[in-house]
């Protein structure tokens, strides 16, 4: 297509050279795609005049936070719009509440709120830098997500950009606009066009289909996949369909969010079960106990991470637990009656009360993501089947109907998750030169969405639906819910320009087109393949996706291309 121009006026940059475009075609996901631009709007005002443009232009405009999303809502065709300038405001209160630039940081957030003894609950595993704008756009959660809940139940509010370029805070509970302080030269809409055509197309539909989509929505303690519309209905409130829209509604730009305060007290424990069979047992007798994480480790996740003792000792699975409470005293008796209440499904259990210990007993959970990336470049970790969620009472059928779908199609998997939360993360690892792998993963991600289904699940329980799951809907919800998700969006978004088949898909979507490994790989400069694979490898995802065009321009403008992905 011909290069794009800036929008008239627009004062942020905007990059078409194709190194600058192939630094933004991957994400922490699968997938590889190149945009046709990338801008990086200055201000909110930046934001709104791009998105104008767009909508006169019929462009598509595609929202990037750091890019550790998995499911490839952050990439695609059209303008990339990378929202890092938006690192302002970072304000806490000692009310508990928090105000927030888009770009800040969940570790931003947490180290601010800490100095005055609170902290924001969900806490994803990729907390050291994903954006609070990007964990809104999901409703992510994180291993906390047991006891406090994703994050749709901690924001209050938000700052969103509209189709129409108007520019507006939703809030709960009709409280209305947040009007700028002082000085703050942008206006924020009383009422956005938005809500008229919601209002006059959607809102009373809804209603009138409110027992479909309960039948419908998945029977789990938590759910980032499709609109939310099960939420809207019980809150009446805009804001909880924007919560987990994946940038498909508009663009978040500033956050509200309510604080907790951090814990006096934790500690932790280490149980190896057995077999899965006991994992409804034990997780239901832990559950009486309030604990605030329950993480599970396949034996699959073992072996990757070179636990040779807890294998040979017979461990099918491990769990992690955390408690929290108001003292060491409190901790110590919780941790205790845990033990008693547990130890007979268990081939071993271990205890951590001091700081020491529990860093100890977490490093596990941690131990296979250097093994992950020590692999070879043919061999990759690919995160196809890697949000499932079921009802907890399911929770061992689903882990096992994993394997035996695994070994089915003769994918090698990593498994682990939130077992307080019936919820699962799979990593496929494949051979890139077997020319069969595309087509083995796409018959592992059918069926286990099959199983899923059948379990009463969601296929995302915390990082939303993106490229990957969007053409799983139908299957998941049905055609009569997925309708209604379709006016949804076109009640936001009329003209489409707002990351085009994420949740809503494209009328011929493939789960495995585009992948960023294998023959069919799209070709970019090699610098720029081996920093993306790097920055994967390292996850360091809060580095400057531009960084890398620099140092492919420093290194003579290698014009050589690869299609492994690194």
């Known amino acids: 297509m011909p290069t794009l121009d800036p929008p008239p ?36 005002e930046d934001l709104s005049l791009l998105v104008r443009f767009a909508g006169g232009e019929g462009l598509h405009l595609v929202p990037r936070g750091a890019g550790s999303g998995i499911p490839g809502g952050n990439v695609g065709t059209g303008i990339l719009v990378d929202l890092q300038r938006f690192e302002r405001p970072l304000r806490v209160s000692p009310q508990k509440l928090a105000n927030t630039g888009a770009a ?17 609950p969900p806490d994803p ?64 809409e009383e009422r956005l066009r938005a809500q008229d055509r919601f209002d006059a197309q959607v809102k009373n539909v809804l209603h009138d289909r409110k027992d479909t989509i309960v039948e419908r929505f998945p029977a789990t303690t938590k759910n980032s996949s499709g609109y ?24 978040i730009t500033r956050i509200e969010t309510r604080l907790d305060s951090a814990p006096a007290a934790t500690g932790s424990m280490l149980l190896a079960l ?27 996740f073992l072996q990757i991470a070179g636990e040779s003792n807890l294998l040979s000792a017979g461990a099918d699975a491990v769990l992690l637990v955390e408690f929290e409470r108001a003292s060491d005293d409190a901790i110590r008796d919780l941790v205790h009656d845990a033990v008693r209440q547990t130890s007979s499904w268990c081939v071993d259990v ?26 070879p470049a043919n061999r990759r970790s690919l995160q196809i ?28 998997i990593v498994a682990f998750g939130h077992a307080g939360d019936g919820h699962l993360h799979v990593n496929a690892l494949v051979d890139t030169t077997d020319t069969s792998f595309e087509n083995r993963l796409d018959s592992l991600l059918r069926m286990v969405t099959d199983l899923v289904v059948h379990l009463r699940g969601t296929v995302s329980g915390e990082h939303g639906d993106g490229r990957l799951r969007a053409s799983l809907l139908e299957r998941t919800y ?7 998700f379709k006016l949804v969006k076109g009640a936001f978004d009329p003209a489409g320009i707002f990351n085009p088949g994420v949740i809503v898909p494209e009328p011929i979507a493939q789960p495995m087109a585009n992948l960023k490994v294998g023959p069919n790989a799209v070709e970019i400069p090699t610098r720029i393949g081996d920093g993306l694979s790097s920055i994967e490898r390292r996850a360091q995802w809060a580095r400057p996706k531009l960084d890398l065009r620099d140092d492919h321009s420093a290194a003579n403008r290698d014009l050589s291309v690869t299609t492994s992905g690194g």
Not at 131 to 157: C, D, F, H, P, Q
Not at 164 to 172: F, H, Q
């Open 385 to 412: 089947i890697e949000d499932g969620c079921v009802p907890l009472e399911n929770l061992s059928r689903y882990l096992k109907g994993v394997r035996e779908a695994a070994r089915m199609t003769g994918v090698e």
């Open 478 to 484: 049905g055609s009569e819910v997925t309708a209604l």
């Open 350 to 375: 271990k205890t951590a009360l001091t700081a020491e210990e529990q860093t100890r007993i977490w490093a596990l959970r941690h131990a296979a993501s250097p093994r992950l990336a020590e692999l």
């Open 274 to 300: 057995a077999d899965v069979e006991a994992l409804g047992d034990i997780v239901g007798v832990l559950l009486s106990l309030q604990p605030s994480v329950i993480e599970l480790l396949d034996r699959t």
């Open 228 to 251: 939310a519309l099960d939420e809207y209905l019980e809150s009446g409130d805009l804001l909880d369909l924007v919560i987990g829209s994946e940038g498909t509604l508009g663009f």
């Open 104 to 120: 800040v940081t969940w570790a931003g957030l947490d180290r601010a709120a800490r100095r005055i003894g609170h902290r924001l």
């Open 125 to 188: 595993s990729s907390g050291a830098y994903c954006t609070i704008g990007g964990m809104t756009a999901t409703n992510a959660a994180g291993a906390r997500s047991l006891r406090y809940g994703s994050m749709r139940k901690w924001v209050e509010g938000v700052e969103f950009v509209t189709a129409d370029g108007e520019v507006g805070w939703l809030a709960r509970d009709g409280r209305g606009n947040r009007r700028p302080k002082r000085g703050q030269r942008r206006h924020l």
């Open 9 to 44: 006026g627009f004062t942020g940059e905007f990059h078409t050279d194709l190194a600058a475009r192939a630094a933004y075609s991957e994400g922490a996901g699968p997938y590889r795609i190149l945009p046709d631009a990338v801008a990086i709007p200055r201000d909110v």
